[in-house]
T-cell receptor
Framework: DAMVIQNPRYQVTQFGKPVTLSCSQT?????MYWYQQKSSQAPKLLFH???????NEADTPDNFQSRRPNTSFCFLDIRSPGLGDAAMYLC?????????????FGPGTRLLVL | AQSVTQLGSHVSVSEGALVLLRCNYS??????LFWYVQYPNQGLQLLLK??????LVKGINGFEAEFKKSETSFHLTKPSAHMSDAAEYFC????????FGQGTILTVHP
């Protein structure tokens, strides 16, 4: 089945230690998104790629970076994680980014910062 | 900015009872509206969406929602709740980007 895969499902890192979360998709979608979801809150868009074009949300901290080496893979890099970055990180895809399109979400990576 | 408001952060129903989850949007232009469901420690899954056309939208798992422009609402309903419906539900609008309401946790008790 076509799907969005996130690895690992759970990630533990230390305060200030860089961490990378990965997302892959078999849907061959052009657009990939990263959301941050803190406990009991709605997912919040961090940034997205339309093909190779990177689009950062205005309020996304500089501590968060992303890479998309090819259509299938997208990475979220947190350069110096703080305690406030502990959250669920959701990757999603859509075919061409149209506003009416469905976004397909992966199962998420839960990040714990010690 | 366009937004959605979900009334009630927690809703509890008995198995077999009607499910009603409320969502209101703020927009001068009718937006695209979505309902997603999130099971514990999982990603979001689309239940249904309204883009254009018929205002009563049917989704998966027996859910439906009606777009009411006069009330700026897009409430989610299901005639008979199942235990498996227990989850968190997010209403969303994509005027510009996909933005979610704060979510409603649905509890279904026997």
């Amino acid at each position: 089945d076509a799907m969005v895969i996130q690895n690992p499902r759970y990630q533990v890192t230390q305060f200030g230690k860089p961490v990378t979360l990965s997302c892959s998709q078999t849907l061959n979608h052009n657009v990939m998104y990263w959301y941050q979801q803190k406990s009991s809150q709605a997912p919040k868009l961090l940034f997205h790629y339309y093909d190779k074009d990177f689009n950062n949300e205005a309020d996304t901290p500089d501590n968060f970076q992303s890479r998309r080496p090819n259509t299938s893979f997208c990475f979220l890099d947190i350069r110096s994680p703080g305690l406030g970055d502990a959250a669920m990180y959701l990757c999603a895809t859509s075919s061409s980014g149209g506003l009416q399109e469905t976004q397909y979400f992966g199962p998420g990576t839960r990040l714990l910062v010690l | 900015a366009q937004s959605v408001t979900q009334l009630g952060s927690h809703v509890s129903v008995s198995e077999g009872a009607l499910v009603l989850l409320r969502c209101n949007y703020s927009s001068s232009v009718p937006p695209y509206l979505f309902w997603y469901v999130q099971y514990p420690n999982q990603g979001l899954q689309l239940l249904l969406k309204y883009t254009t056309g018929a205002t009563l939208v049917k989704g998966i798992n027996g859910f439906e929602a009606e777009f009411k422009k006069s009330e700026t609402s897009f409430h989610l309903t299901k005639p008979s709740a199942h235990m498996s419906d227990a989850a968190e539900y997010f209403c969303g609008t994509s005027y510009g980007k996909l933005t979610f309401g704060q979510g409603t946790i649905l509890t279904v008790h026997p």
